[in-house]
């Protein structure tokens, strides 16, 4: 019975799950919004799919090929009179970020790429676990997690994405945010820990235009997307109401089963 079970949920998960993201890659291809105004077709839309998907090949990523194209659609429906660039926390190994360079290299705009290239910092007592209900699963944090160091993440830019509309911030978020001075269109934070989310948020938020979005890649984490509910934070950092947060608990539907571990905030 058990084998059975295992069976019915392998099978589950490569046909069904598969299927789900499919009219997800159809609205894609049909919305008229994503790329209209950079001549973006249905050919290049295959193209960049197909580019997505092979990157998760070849370059170990903690994110979902069908997250980054949630991103890229994202990025190509914002018109090019709206000024400003993408910035990703927390880069890993760089597999998200070829495909983020790949679209930004599309919409013209600068990818502006922030990790300390020494894995996560110390987590607080607080944060050395976190529990996410949804997945009903632990993650355990540690100093120097998910270290890959510079070259490595340049280096995979250079062989799959586009390196040359990547500007490089190194260092701890704590060190490096509060010296972002620029327009920014949209954001992509991996930061797993909530010590990192504040001072991204600190430095990000003020320069987002309006109607921007970031996105988080820990939306399953109740107590870290709790931050973005929190009034009396918001009030006191940005003197602005909290902006809530799409896909708290669960992450966006992106998967028919697992949901996924996406989710975002909206600067109003």
Same mark, same amino acid.
């Given at each position: 019975?058990?084998?059975?079970?295992?069976?019915?949920?392998?099978?589950?998960?490569?046909?069904?799950?598969?299927?789900?993201? /499919?009219?997800?890659?159809? @609205? =894609?291809?049909?919305?008229? !919004?994503? +790329?209209? *105004?950079? #001549?973006?077709? &249905?050919?290049?839309?295959?193209?960049?799919?197909?580019?997505?998907?092979?990157?998760?090949?070849?370059?170990?990523?903690?994110?979902?090929?069908?997250?980054?194209?949630?991103?890229?659609?994202?990025?190509?429906?914002?018109?090019?009179?709206?000024?400003?660039?993408?910035?990703?926390?927390?880069?890993?190994?760089?597999?998200?970020?070829?495909?983020?360079?790949?679209?930004?290299?599309?919409?013209?705009?600068? /990818?502006?790429?922030?990790? @300390? =290239?020494?894995?996560?910092? !110390?987590? +607080?007592? *607080?944060? #050395?676990?976190? &529990?996410?209900?949804?997945?009903?699963?632990?993650?355990?944090?540690?100093?120097?997690?998910?270290?890959?160091?510079?070259?490595?993440?340049?280096?995979?830019?250079?062989?799959?994405?586009?390196?040359?509309?990547?500007?490089?911030?190194?260092?701890?978020?704590?060190?490096?945010?509060?010296?972002?001075?620029?327009?920014?269109?949209?954001?992509?934070?991996?930061?797993?820990?909530?010590?990192?989310?504040?001072?991204?948020?600190?430095?990000?938020?003020?320069?987002?235009?309006? !109607?921007?979005?970031?996105?988080?890649?820990?939306?399953?984490?109740?107590?870290?997307?709790?931050?973005?509910?929190?009034?009396?934070?918001?009030?006191?950092?940005?003197?602005?109401?909290?902006?809530?947060?799409?896909?708290?608990?669960?992450?966006?539907?992106?998967?028919?089963?697992?949901?996924?571990?996406?989710?975002?905030?909206?600067?109003?």
């Amino acid at each position: 019975m058990k084998i059975l079970k295992k069976i019915v949920l392998i099978f589950y998960e490569k046909v069904f799950d598969r299927l789900f993201v /499919l009219p997800l890659q159809i @609205s =894609f291809f049909f919305n008229r !919004e994503i +790329g209209r *105004d950079y #001549k973006f077709g &249905y050919i290049q839309k295959l193209s960049l799919i197909l580019k997505f998907r092979r990157t998760l090949k070849k370059v170990e990523t903690l994110s979902e090929w069908i997250e980054h194209l949630e991103m890229a659609a994202e990025i190509l429906k914002i018109p090019p009179s709206v000024k400003g660039d993408v910035i990703e926390c927390g880069c890993y190994k760089g597999g998200s970020t070829i495909n983020l360079s790949i679209v930004c290299s599309i919409v013209n705009r600068k /990818l502006i790429v922030c990790d @300390s =290239f020494q894995g996560l910092p !110390e987590p +607080g007592e *607080d944060e #050395k676990v976190h &529990y996410s209900v949804h997945k009903d699963h632990y993650d355990h944090y540690e100093r120097g997690k998910f270290f890959a160091s510079l070259e490595e993440v340049k280096n995979n830019i250079k062989q799959y994405g586009e390196l040359d509309v990547c500007e490089f911030v190194v260092g701890f978020f704590e060190d490096t945010m509060k010296n972002l001075n620029r327009e920014i269109v949209m954001g992509f934070l991996d930061i797993d820990l909530i010590q990192s989310l504040k001072p991204c948020l600190q430095g990000i938020w003020q320069n987002l235009q309006n !109607e921007c979005k970031i996105y988080v890649h820990e939306a399953k984490d109740l107590e870290l997307v709790s931050l973005f509910f929190d009034q009396v934070w918001w009030q006191k950092t940005f003197r602005t109401a909290a902006p809530g947060f799409v896909g708290a608990g669960t992450g966006l539907p992106l998967r028919i089963r697992k949901g996924s571990e996406l989710g975002y905030a909206v600067k109003k």
